[in-house]
């Protein structure tokens, strides 16, 4: 079984600021198959890059994610207020089928 | 545009049932796999349960429900389904269906993905 496991557990920054959110997998994930999703309180999930770096439908170019083999980052340029979330990588894989990290909060410093 | 609505959630005594729906519009149902992802109070993700599109479908599931839970979908009536049994107080979590999308020729897929999902129906296990 792959274990992604996300850092930092709690990111504080401020609006303006530039974060850097990272997902470590226990072995090689293939990049085809990594995916980042943004979650606020009492919401679903929104899928938001696919595929290590493909951004899902209406996500801002401020979104941007890179990485290969078993390190992977999603980078948000320019933290807008509503990007102060909790994100969660997830990656597709055979057993179990999917596995998910357990979340990096990017709270307002 | 795509809706899924969970439904069923409600509160259960350990080992108990309960069968989750979840109703889909907005898209060619059939098309598509679905999810069952579940998230405990205050805790992150979790997936639960796969079924593939089309009507002879593959499922799978999470160890830590396999034999206790089943996935299936009535492709008629546009519905995913978690038939859960055996309920334990660890089961405790909001249930959300999620739409499964990829990438696929050849016979194999890429960039695979839940690129939609409900808002979950909570359903607790406790006595």
């Known amino acids: 079984e792959i274990v992604l496991t996300q850092s930092p557990g709690t990111l504080s920054l401020s609006p303006g600021e530039r974060a850097t959110l990272s997902c470590r997998a226990s072995q090689s994930v293939s990049s085809s198959y990594l995916v980042w999703y943004q979650q606020k309180p009492g919401q679903a999930p929104r899928l938001l890059i696919y595929?290590?770096?493909s951004r899902a439908t209406g996500i801002p170019d401020r979104f941007s994610g890179s990485g290969s083999g078993t390190d992977f980052t999603l980078t948000i340029n320019r933290l807008e207020p509503e990007d102060f979330a909790v994100y969660y990588c997830q990656q597709y894989g055979t057993s179990p089928r999917y596995t998910f990290g357990q979340g990096t909060k990017l709270e307002i410093k | 545009e795509v809706q899924l609505v969970e439904s069923g959630g409600v509160s259960v005594q350990p080992g108990g049932s309960l069968r989750l729906s979840c109703a889909a519009s907005g898209f060619p149902f059939s098309d598509y796999a679905m999810n069952w992802v579940r998230q405990a109070p205050g805790k992150g993700l979790e997936w639960v349960s796969y079924i593939s599109p089309g009507t002879s479908s593959s499922t799978y599931y999470a160890d830590s429900v396999k034999g206790r839970f089943t996935i299936s979908r009535d492709n008629a009536k546009n519905s995913l389904y978690l038939q859960m049994n055996s309920l334990r107080d660890e089961d405790t979590a909001v249930y959300f269906c999620a739409r499964d999308i990829a990438d696929c020729s050849g016979g194999t897929c890429h960039e695979i993905r839940f690129d939609h999902w409900g808002r979950g129906t909570l359903v607790t296990v406790s006595s």
């Open positions: 595929g290590t770096s």
